[in-house]
């Protein structure tokens, strides 16, 4: 273990690749790339969708309750733990706003705006049930997307991307569902360095 100039111990960074040894897993194992060649703009799109999910995932990869809940730093309340329960949030929205289904927020409420992230607390119980409904509403909205043929379907509810609810194309929501993922992919990255060293891929 090293010291940072605040003599909080911090950990190595991660050298469990063999190929490069900063990596988190070898090329070859990466469970992000295939064989499969998108050739058109809903593979595209879905294929980018599927690539930041799985990196979510790796990213939260091996780490118990205690860890997925750590925050960042003051005044912040991020955590993955949090993330998770944010992009679950994101993925209801989605369908919200396009099929115009009654998906009520999960934890997220009037009373408590921020219910995502202040609710990832450092509790196994906790940390089990938001990957479980994460996962859920990924099906859920992936099995959405599958059954929409036309990308330029128009949103059948009430969006707050703009004003009168905006007139949305489903692409366009894809297209806002990646740009959430990795940017939160990208938070995701300090907080697991800063958990155990392991850094991005």
Known sequence: MTTSDASEPVPARWTRSTVYLDMWVDPDDDPRETDVEAVDERGILLDYLRHYRLTMEMKCAGLDAEQLARRSVPPSTMSLLGLVRHLTEGERHLRRVMAGEDAPKLYCTAEDRDGDWNGAIADPAVAEDAWR??????????????????????????????????????????????AEYARHCGHADLLRERIDGRVGQ
């Open 133 to 178: 409904r994460w996962r859920a509403e990924v099906e859920l909205t992936d099995r959405f997307v599958a059954g929409v043929p036309d990308l330029g379907t128009r949103n059948a509810g009430v969006s707050d991307l703009g004003p009168d609810g905006a007139d949305l194309q489903l692409r366009d929501m894809l297209v806002a569902q990646i």
